[in-house]
């Protein structure tokens, strides 16, 4: 699904793309890691009761 989305964006003449994804979670931020998406900046999200994370969302960029 990644590299399929990254072939997409750069058909349509994209240079990046760009997630958002839970602070703590590990297990998604190392795959995106090992796809080439490096985190640009951490976005504060107030713990919420129907989001059970905490630390915030992460903004990851992949260079295309």
């Known amino acids: 699904l990644i590299n399929s989305t990254k072939e997409k ?8 793309v760009s997630l958002l994804v839970m602070a703590d979670n590990i297990v998604a931020k190392k795959v995106y890691d090992l796809n080439g998406f490096k ?13 059970p ?10 260079e295309l």
């Open 9 to 16: 964006a750069l058909k349509y003449g994209f240079e990046k």
């Open 39 to 51: 985190k640009i900046k951490n976005v504060d999200l107030p713990e919420q009761k129907l989001i």
């Open 53 to 62: 994370h905490r630390g915030g969302v992460d903004l990851l960029v992949c």
